[in-house]
């Protein structure tokens, strides 16, 4: 495939018809038709790049096609031809008559999707039809299209969905194509695509205009077919360990899970201010104190923060708890599910990443996070766990806050800077300081440390996973810790959820809980520099 999705024959130019019923004359083509006359109209609009144009002139010529768009919806209708479409039942996508061709040559077959190319050749029309699987070639002659119906073939544009039904054939240059006996406008298209020898290239318009870059770039559209190939995997990895899918609350009287900003909102009827959610984690582990074991949940959190190549302020999670379990188990089905996972997707547990060959295989590497700490920032943890340390720290290594210089800021933003980056290969970093940890268990000779981990690839962070606490008088003096940090300037600090703390003294087993990233997963696995570029519709500023 080319990098616009085409057949292997090279971008083609669209025949335009400025005055429907016009004879279009020859078109420049390529594959089964012959290069003969200039590119079109439509091509020109969207700028081709292969001459220079006043925005004026630009400006002017896709006007010109706009206009001779929508006069091709009265030459439908005069047709007798609904421009907007009806019920077609496809038999086959463009992958099924390709890769079926031995059994399916001769036979008849309707399929459906985007015309993306448009050629005449003498007495013939080549077209390329886009669908989800790929794209198949149509030709249309008279003979098998009566020539009033082949004429009306020739008025269709690039960019409109139809339906075509004929004979799968293979041509006299080997294309494998669909002989058209019949066709249907199935939806008019009333602006033109991007030029398709660049296709839509301005990454901000691709992320504002998705649904055209899913058309244009074929890779795009293989990148979301990933994630949702990923996204099932998950499940069913999961569900065949006996995890229950469930789904909690998005609005929340009380935030918590996680250290980050709300988006707050107001529920009217209730006059009461709600917050979104910014993890899952509260409410699956009550459901754990309910006796379900094993839950997991993959949903939407939303967190009131900046955006970069790997934040968005809304992004798919994954989290589950199993109950009788903790964090070396954690450890233990992170490295399955992910390896299982890189498996299903490419059949290897090797994948590149921006130019780096990343081995999800088990085991994975194993690091302390004092250890991190002292060789790859060279700090001591112990000089950073009191306020002067970490103010101190913070001097020396000018550090750049963007809240108090308390021992978390500092840590976590040490982490970011020395540790994180250096680690390509998937590490295990484990265990976490209490004051970086409000809801994982103490470690009981080293009280300061808690059973959590963090798992980073290719210097990011993808999973977090701790031995759930589930001492309800350390988790009441956790949050009365956060509630400290909060009084100080630390908007980012737990609440008090006193319900929570009911349903630990409800009884909560030991328990492993696991949260992993769902777009930063599908980053690795499609070798995308951006969480944007896995996001469909990533959150962008107005324009002006």
């Known amino acids: 495939m080319g990098e616009n999705g085409g057949t292997g024959r090279g971008g083609m130019e669209e025949l335009a018809h400025p005055r429907p019923g016009r004879d279009p004359g020859q078109r420049a083509t390529e594959g089964d038709g012959a290069p003969v006359a200039p590119a079109s109209v439509d091509a020109h609009a969207a700028g081709t790049g292969r001459e220079a144009v006043a925005p004026e002139a630009e400006g002017a010529r896709l ?109 006299r240059r080997g294309e494998i194509s669909v002989e058209v006996t019949d066709f249907v406008l199935l939806g008019k298209s009333l602006y033109p695509l991007p030029e398709k020898w660049h296709g839509l290239q301005n990454v901000d318009l691709r992320y504002r205009q998705r649904y055209v870059d899913l058309i244009v770039n074929p890779r795009v559209l293989e990148t979301f077919k990933i994630r949702a190939q990923v996204i099932r995997e998950i499940r069913n990895f999961l569900d065949r360990r006996g995890f ?88 233990e089905l992170t490295e399955q599910l992910v390896s299982h996972v890189a498996r299903a997707v490419h059949g290897t547990t090797v994948v590149r990443y921006q130019g780096q060959e990343i081995d999800f295989a088990p085991p994975w590497r ?4 004092a250890e991190a700490l002292e060789t790859m920032a060279g700090v001591r943890l112990d000089d950073v766990l009191t306020d002067e340390g970490a103010q101190r720290v913070a001097r020396e290594r000018a550090l750049e806050l963007t809240k108090a210089p308390t021992p978390a800021a500092v840590l976590d933003e040490l982490v970011d800077v020395y540790v994180q980056p250096r680690l390509i290969q998937p590490t295990f970093l484990y265990d976490y300081p209490v004051v970086l940890s409000p809801l ?52 980012e600090a737990h609440q008090m959820d006193e319900d929570y703390i009911h349903a630990l003294e409800i009884g909560l087993p030991a328990t492993g809980g696991l949260g992993i990233g769902i777009d930063r997963l599908v980053m690795l696995l499609t070798d995308s520099p951006s969480i944007r570029d896995v996001i469909l519709f990533p959150l962008m500023r107005p324009r002006d």
């Open 366 to 369: 194993r690091l302390s996070f």
């Open 440 to 491: 994982a268990r103490r470690i009981p000779d080293r009280p300061h440390l808690a059973y959590r981990f963090e798992a980073l690839v290719a210097g990011m962070e993808i999973a977090n996973a701790f031995s759930e606490l589930n001492d309800p008088d350390d988790q009441r003096r956790r949050f009365e810790e956060q509630l400290a940090a909060r009084a100080r300037g630390d908007d």
């Open 63 to 171: 006007q010109e096609v706009l206009k001779a768009r929508r006069a091709k919806l009265e030459f439908w209708r005069r047709r007798g031809v609904d421009p907007f479409g009806r019920r077609y039942d496809v038999t086959h996508h463009a992958r099924d008559v390709l890769e079926g061709f031995p059994q399916l040559e001769g036979q008849a077959v309707r399929v459906a999707g985007r015309l993306m190319a448009l050629r005449r050749h003498g007495r013939a029309a080549f077209a390329d039809l886009q669908d989800v699987t790929g794209r198949i070639q149509l030709l249309a002659r008279v003979g098998p299209l009566p020539e009033e119906d082949y004429r009306a073939f020739l008025e269709l544009d690039r960019g409109d969905w139809v339906g075509a039904e004929g004979t799968v054939i293979r041509t």
């Open 244 to 331: 229950y899918e469930v789904e909690t609350p998005v609005l929340h009287l009380i935030y918590g899970g996680a250290a980050a900003r709300p988006f707050v909102t107001h529920h009217n009827a209730l006059d009461l201010d709600l917050y979104l959610r910014i993890a899952l984690e509260l409410h699956l582990k009550r459901l754990i104190v309910g006796g379900m074991e094993r839950v997991y949940e993959i949903g939407r959190v939303f967190r009131n923060e900046g955006i970069s190549t790997r934040h968005n302020p809304e992004f798919t999670m994954l989290e589950l708890y199993q109950a009788f379990s903790d964090y070396e188990g954690m450890m």
